[in-house]
């Protein structure tokens, strides 16, 4: 079955520094695979995603996320870390010929310190 | 444009009662919708997948007869939970596929429904 991890569940950053979020998937055919954000209470906005293209994807809000397909992963980066990123990161994987079903890895909640 | 809504925001039931719960697509059309269940600090859980005029398909471990759904229209599915139970309290949330880029794979979600069940 395929699965999607993502390393730390928690990731405080400061402001303005470097916004790292890692992302692996186990699949032996490359998935679509997502990034989603989730504010307190609310649903989940699309980030970007990756769906074999580029392997370098920009998404809003500058973020952007490098598809390596040698080490099965998807991780999410961001330059500089703004207050109103701070929020919780979901990693999702659609698995190919799955009918577009996402499976979703822990989730990662990001901090940003002043 | 991509906007899906969910009615209501948050129910709060008596154990024993059913909740009835909208997923709508505001703006486009959706062949498939996606109902999940989300715990506090946890992630999202599919539930089952919803496709237009046809019976939904439930992820294991599911009870079907406890949730209901229903995907009677292109802009519309619902999910009622049965009989509630305070272990059934949980943030639901659906989302939908845009019938015009099924390629893309991409999911629409609406802003989830709170439901306590005391």
């Known amino acids: 079955a395929q699965s999607v991890t993502q390393l730390g569940s928690h990731v405080s950053v400061s402001e303005g520094a470097l916004v790292l979020l890692r992302c692996n998937y186990s699949s032996s055919v490359p998935p679509y695979l997502f990034w989603y954000v989730q504010y307190p209470n609310q649903g989940l906005q699309l980030l970007l995603k990756y769906t074999s293209a580029a392997t370098l994807v920009k998404g809003i809000n500058g973020f952007e996320a490098e598809f390596k397909k040698s080490e099965t992963s998807f991780h999410l980066t961001k330059p500089s870390a703004h207050m109103s990123d701070a929020a919780e990161y979901f990693c999702?994987?659609?698995?190919?010929?799955?009918?577009?079903?996402?499976?979703f890895g822990q989730g990662t909640e990001l901090s940003v310190k002043p | 444009g991509a906007v899906v809504s969910q009615h209501p925001s948050w129910v709060i039931c008596k154990s024993g009662t059913s909740v009835k719960i909208e997923c709508r697509s505001l703006?486009?059309?959706?062949?498939?919708m996606f109902w999940y269940r989300q715990f506090p600090k946890q992630s999202l859980m599919l539930m089952a997948t919803?496709?237009?005029?046809?019976?939904?398909?439930?992820e294991q471990g599911v009870e079907k007869d406890k949730f209901l759904i229903n995907h009677a229209s292109l802009t519309l599915s619902t999910l009622t939970v049965t009989s509630a139970h305070p272990e059934d309290s949980s943030f639901y949330i659906c989302s939908a596929r845009d019938r015009s880029s099924e390629f893309s794979y991409e999911q629409y979600f609406g802003p989830g429904t709170r439901l306590t069940v005391t």
């Open positions: 919803s496709n237009e005029g046809s019976k939904a398909t439930y």
């Open positions: 703006d486009f059309q959706a062949t498939t």
């Open positions: 999702a994987v659609s698995p190919y010929n799955q009918g577009g079903k996402l499976i």
